[in-house]
């Protein structure tokens, strides 16, 4: 999705908002562009299609100097990717702006506009905020007022940076619906949609809330809140170490990403629990009250976080024995609901700032659920400030558009909730022991299962030519493979379908020959036979197996059927721990296949926009 950097500096700020572009890659995007007001009180823009790479390519050969400047990657929403369409869009040449969001208004304006003898140059939403700025600039003569006039009139989801040559040394921003993160220097400021883009610069930041607009200087700072009254918003410390945004020795931020599971998954666990209990205060100071309360759970999510979601439902109905709804965001924001008293919503999501979600839960919160629960890995999100009650996962940033730590982190502080929850529904003390020891074993195990990485590689080229795939799984370990499936498409671009072995013969097992190789997590659990039917019906279809198992699964390799052993687990941390070799899986076909592992067409990390 879009992101924006920008910086009033008393140095040049090419190099910082280069910097912040690169940073912002991963959320996907198609075309990058920047705008700096030089010392000459002229804006020198440039704007390239493709990769930031191809930008400063540009600015290479032609740089843009200046101390002011905003950039953006911009993810195409209104007209295809192409240089006109990218940002900076500016009216005339002395006003520029960035916009991450929607205007959904903007055909209407853009009429008004022509009216007025604007003259448009791209298909964009945003080129029609750059010119309603600038005709209430010529009314003002002052760029904050010109901005807050213009905003009245948008309707949709923003977040703005306007800079303007007849008002040096400041930009103006707004965020509606759209995140924009401040970040704090000494003798300069910055903007950003991510903080992550800043990191280099500062480690302080202020979020700014929805409806407020900030007059960013040098030394200053001034932001009014949606009712024109001048605000203090709170100066924050960023939390993760720095180096979590560098790719260091591995070839790609995906696979750097699925081995740092271990420690992250420890580091969602530290403080949450002892040698045999989960601590609920570590879940919030007033998680033990709310707990009590909850007589059912509503889950929200989108894309692999929706498949958290699922893997939650089947631990929350079998160990706290509450009923337990899981919908993606999109749909459940476009229905009626028929809520239960006291039920508990629940969102999940790596950003917090997913367009979908965010709009279910602040229809949610209307909506008479008895309280909101966000299980999230970035600190100042949306989500999490909106919501009553925040596990966050400590995933770290994730950079791979494709999720894998933010996804079995998730299932962490989801089974932590769940150990909490089900302590006031019947959860024995024996009980809740046993399950801590097997969180507690987790990072070990998951270091095992990455000990198949080679092995795996060496089954991906099975994958290579073919087109299509199919993932089974049973009970928990369906979601997983789902999310197998989803990995798999999304980065190397195989069609994969994911099914619960049982239905398998209501429909799929007509595609399976020996073009269809299907994948299986078997671990020894109690639907394990069933299972084991369910692989015979594909071998009997010619079908090439690839099946992880542990060794008491009893299934052995034989020619067409190749079983990957993975170490014993307790079947309730299973999911995590069989999540791991389809990471490795997907990834390593994608390598070979040569795709776009971190940044994979068509996606983007962080989808901000409906
Ligand atoms: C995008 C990303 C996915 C992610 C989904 C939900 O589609 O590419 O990796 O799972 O959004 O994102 P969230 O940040 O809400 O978990």
Redesign the pocket.
């Known amino acids: 999705m879009c992101g924006i950097v920008g910086a009033v500096s008393e140095r040049d700020v090419q190099g910082i908002l280069l910097e912040g572009l690169r940073r912002l890659e991963y959320r996907?995007y198609d075309s990058a562009g920047m705008a700096v007001l030089g010392g000459n009180g002229e804006i020198s823009r440039a704007r390239e299609v493709g990769k930031v790479a191809a930008l400063s390519e540009v600015l290479v050969q032609t740089p843009n100097h200046g101390t002011t400047g905003i950039a953006h990657t911009r993810w195409a929403t209104h007209g295809q990717p192409s240089k006109l369409n990218a940002h900076p869009h500016m009216s005339g040449d002395r006003l520029a702006i960035v916009h991450n969001g929607i205007i959904e208004n903007y055909q209407e304006l853009r009429d008004q506009l022509r009216g007025d003898g604007f003259e448009f140059t791209s298909q964009t939403d945003t080129e029609v905020v750059a010119h309603l700025i600038e005709r209430y600039f010529r009314t003002t003569g002052d760029l904050f007022k010109a901005v807050q006039q213009a905003i009245s009139e948008l309707r949709g989801a923003f977040a703005l940076a306007v800079l303007h040559a007849d008002e040096p040394d400041h930009v103006v921003v707004c965020r509606e619906g759209s995140p924009l993160v401040i970040g704090v220097g000494i003798g300069e400021n910055f903007i950003a949609s991510d903080q992550l883009a800043l990191l280099p610069v500062t480690d302080r930041f202020m979020f700014l809330e929805e409806g407020d607009m900030a007059d960013i200087r040098t030394n200053s700072i001034k932001i009014w809140d949606r009712d024109n009254h001048p605000v203090e918003r709170k100066v924050t410390r960023f939390e993760h170490s720095m180096d979590s945004a560098d790719k260091g020795e591995y070839r790609h931020y995906m696979l750097k990403e699925i081995y740092e599971q271990p420690r992250v998954i420890q580091a969602t666990m530290e403080g949450r629990v002892t040698s045999s209990k989960v601590l609920e205060q570590a879940l919030g100071t007033d998680a033990g009250q709310l707990l009590e309360s909850i007589r059912h759970v509503q889950i929200i999510?989108?894309?692999?976080?929706?498949?958290a979601g699922m893997v939650a439902r089947y631990w929350i109905e079998d160990l706290a024995g509450i009923p337990c709804s899981v919908e993606v965001?999109s749909e459940f924001r476009y229905r009626k609901h028929v809520i239960q008293p006291d039920t508990l919503f629940l969102c999940?999501?790596?950003?917090?700032?997913?367009a979908d979600?965010l709009a279910a839960l602040r229809q949610a919160k209307k909506a008479g659920f008895r309280a909101a629960l966000a299980i999230?890995?970035?600190p100042g999100s949306s989500?999490v400030r909106e919501s009553d009650l925040v596990i966050m996962t400590q995933a770290g940033p994730e950079i791979g558009?494709?999720?894998t730590k933010?996804?079995t982190t998730?299932l962490t502080a989801l089974l932590l909730f769940t150990i909490a929850l089900a302590r006031h529904n019947g959860l024995s003390e024996e009980r809740e022991a046993e399950l801590v020891t097997a969180l507690r074993a987790l990072p070990g195990q998951v270091e095992a299962a990455l000990a198949l990485d080679e092995a795996i590689a060496e089954l991906s080229s099975a994958f290579m030519d073919k087109n299509h795939s199919l993932f089974l799984g049973r009970g928990a370990l369906f979601p997983v493979a789902l999310e197998g499936a989803l990995k798999l498409k999304?980065i190397s671009y195989i069609h994969a379908e994911a099914y619960p072995a049982g239905e398998l013969k209501h429909g799929p097992l007509a595609l399976v020959d020996s073009e269809m190789p299907v994948v299986t997590v078997a671990p020894n659990n109690d639907l394990l036979e069933k299972l084991k039917s369910n692989l015979e019906e594909v071998r009997a279809r010619g079908g090439e197996l690839f099946v992880f198992a542990d060794g008491e699964s009893d299934l052995a390799s034989e020619p067409g059927v190749h079983v990957m052993q993975i170490p014993a687990v307790h079947p309730i941390t299973a999911p995590i721990v069989y999540t791991i070799p389809l990471q490795l899986l997907s990834y390593h076909v994608a390598v070979l296949k040569g795709t776009d592992v971190d940044q994979p067409r068509n996606?983007?990390?962080?989808?901000t926009v409906e």
């Open positions: 996907g999510a989108c894309g692999t976080s929706y498949h965001a999940i999501s790596q950003s917090g700032e997913t979600t999230c890995n970035v989500l558009v494709a999720s933010a996804f998730q999304e996606l983007a990390k962080s989808v």
